[in-house]
Structures are given as C-alpha cells and as structure tokens.
C-alpha cells in the first residue's frame, strides 16, 4: 500500500497503561494507577447523578449545540457565545485547530518537554515540528519561543504555537507578565494562532499566575483550552472546551463532527460545573498529596520539579525504563517518558492519600533494587 512516510514514521501518543491490562499481565488483584493525572477521587456524586438519569436517553442523538453546557460555560466563564465551543477532549480541539490552520509542511511551534499531543496531531496532518529547548528547570522558554518564531516564521511556514500553561509533564508554568509580553510581541502575526493549553488550570498556585480566558477578544491571533478531564474528573467521557475569536470558533464549528460530545458528556459536566465542593476536595486532595510526595521524595534524595499540576516530574537517577518496570510487578503504575527524550525521569500523578503511600512504599523498594545509572548516561 501506498503510506505517505511521514506517517509510516509516525510515533502514536504513548497514553498511561490501564489498570485491567496491568492486572491481566502481571497477574495482579490490586493495581494502583498515577500515570494519567486522572481525578483519583473519582467522579463527583453530582455528576454521577446526573448520568443515572441520562441514561434513558442514550437512544438519541447528542444536541450537536451542547445547548445547555454552552450556556453554563459562558456564564461562569464570562465569555461571549460566539466565543466558545467544545470537542471529544482537548485531543480532538488540538487536532482540529492543526488541520483548520496548517497545510501539510507547514510548521507548528513548540517547546521542547511540552504535552506530547501536539507533536503527534501535528503528524497526523503531515504538518512539521520545529521544538524549542527550555529554561533550566524545563521551564517554557518563551523568549526563545519568539525569537525562533520570527527567525524561522517564513522559512519554516510556521502556523501555530502551542503553549501549555502549566506544562505537562514537567509542571512548570509561565507568570502572568511573560505570556502577556509574549502575546503582544506576536500580536500582529496575521498568519499564526497560539493556543493556551490550560489543561490543569484549577490547580494552579502560583501568584503570579494568570489565565487567558479574559484575554480572549476578537481582534487577538490566540484561543484557549481547558479539558474536563482533570479536576473535574470526567477523563472517560472526553470533553475540552475552546475558547477563542468568533471568527476561529466559527470555523472550528464548520470542522468538527456535529455530533463530538455525547449527551453523557453533556450532562455530566453541566453537574460536575456545579458540584464547587467536589473541586475543591479536589484541589485539596491534589496539593496535600503534591506536599506529601515532596517531602518523601526528599527523604528518597530523588530530585523532583515544583509542579503546577496534578503530577511530579520525578528524576529517578535510574534507568526510568527499570524503575517503570518495576513499579509495574509491585502494581503501580507510573508513566514513563521515554517519547519525551527523558532517559532517567519518570512522571507521577497524585493519587488519594493511601494511594500515595503504597506507591512511596514500592518505589522506596525499587531503589534498593535498581543500581543508579553513571552521571554520563543520564539524560537531560
Ligand atoms: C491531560 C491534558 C489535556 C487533556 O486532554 P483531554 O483530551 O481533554 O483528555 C490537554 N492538555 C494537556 C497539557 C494535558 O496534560
């Protein structure tokens, strides 16, 4: 068969490895999984609720408008109607915005270390990568990111830039003054759209953080996306939300498929908005287990990165490929980043307390098991 190469040397999303598949193939009753920065508290009783009475209804099609939702999201978001639009996760808002904006060979930009979905939606489209290296401490080079922007914007036809803010996997953010700085800088680039991936927004501590959500308006090249798969733990029913210039919306609308959301999406997330004490048990729960692992981590002596999100980038000192392994046939799951590059880090979600303890108990065991790897061999 004739298969374009670019996509015969297409390297798929590595997602987290399921709990059941664990359990089949290595034959274990109890398997803990902090791999995919799931809600580890489950879903919210309000949203559960509201998906025991929609189930009657699963016989007809989804409301292609999300109505309801749309209303609620725009109300609580301050945002314009015309402004805001959902799809099957993030995921699929990422992939649709490369295919609207990009022609095959064209470039999106990125940081080097940044959400691994957009390098593989950008393959999927035969569009270009060009990635950017960080700042000490993996943070988003945002100068950088500008200066090869305009550097390599004609050579390069590059469309878009994708910003994660936080970054997953490395749980740095960028403060409210540098993306502001950044967005005037390229303001007037009528050929690029940047997209403000906000993915783990409510758990965000940092003071000088900010949001772009009320920075969208009509005249900007740049939209933003939030997912409801995080703090508002509907993961499995694939829900993100687009907010960006009419305009961009509009055509995001032409793309999609009428029917992206589901009604169970739809309803659940209408709850799931309401259910305030659930996200704040979330954040709660997240922060006290980010506390907890730091200070277990230091006792480990494993180096680890001040994380924004639900995870930590953690620096095993190992072969993280031995460790993952080995957390594996103890029944935890953790996530290995070796698509990132990383040779010796690993990235772990928190989970509920007990959660946490048995996965500090079984990765305290692996160390006694796994040599160190050589300075020289670790990588970056
Ligand atoms: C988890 C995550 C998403 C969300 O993906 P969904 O497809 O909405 O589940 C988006 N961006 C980043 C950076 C993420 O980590």
Redesign the pocket.
């Known amino acids: 068969m004739r298969i374009p190469d670019e996509l015969r040397s297409l390297r798929p999303y590595q997602p987290g490895k399921p709990i059941s598949e664990t359990q089949r193939e290595y034959g274990l009753s109890q398997v803990i999984k902090l791999a995919s920065?799931e809600n580890p508290l489950g879903i919210s009783p309000l949203a559960q609720q509201a998906l025991r009475s929609a189930i009657k209804e699963q016989f007809r099609y989804p409301d292609p408008s999300c109505f309801e939702l749309h209303q609620k999201v725009c109300n609580l978001w301050g945002q314009a109607h015309s402004r805001v639009s959902f799809g099957n996760?993030?995921?699929?808002i990422i992939d649709l915005l490369i295919r609207i904006f990009c022609d095959p060979h064209d470039s999106i930009l990125i940081s080097e270390y940044s959400?691994q979905?957009y390098e593989v939606s950008a393959g999927s489209s035969r569009v270009n990568v060009i990635k950017v290296p960080t700042a000490p401490g993996f943070k988003i080079d945002l100068k950088r990111l500008t200066e090869t922007y305009f550097k390599q914007r004609d050579s390069h036809k590059i469309r878009m830039i994708f910003i994660?803010n936080p970054?997953?996997p490395t749980g740095s953010y960028l403060p409210e003054a540098d993306v502001k700085q950044f967005v005037q800088d390229v303001r007037n680039e009528k050929d690029l759209v940047v997209v403000f991936?906000e993915?783990?927004h409510e758990f965000i501590r940092a003071q000088d953080y900010e949001s772009m959500l009320n920075a969208v308006d009509n005249q900007g090249n740049f939209c933003v996306?939030r997912?409801?798969?995080?703090s508002l733990g509907l993961?499995g029913l694939?829900?993100?939300a687009l907010i960006g210039p009419t305009e961009l919306v509009e055509i995001y609308n032409r793309i999609r498929k009428p029917f992206n959301v589901n009604t169970m999406a739809q309803v659940a997330a209408i709850a799931a908005l309401d259910d305030k004490e659930f996200i704040r048990k979330t954040q709660e729960v997240t922060w006290e287990g980010l506390s907890y692992w730091y200070k277990e981590l230091e006792r480990l002596g494993l180096p680890y990165y001040p994380s924004q999100g639900n995870f930590i980038l953690v620096d095993t000192l190992r072969r993280a490929e031995d460790v993952y392994q080995n957390m594996l046939r103890k029944g935890v799951i953790l996530r290995p980043l070796r698509n990132y590059g990383f040779v010796n880090h690993l990235r772990i979600s928190i989970g509920l307390p007990a959660e946490n303890q048995i996965g500090v108990k079984a990765l305290e065991e692996c160390l006694a098991e796994i040599p160190p790897l050589p300075p020289e061999q670790r990588c970056p």
């Open positions: 920065n996760g993030s995921d699929e959400f979905a994660p970054n997953n991936d993915a783990y996306i997912t409801f798969s995080k993961a694939r829900l993100g």
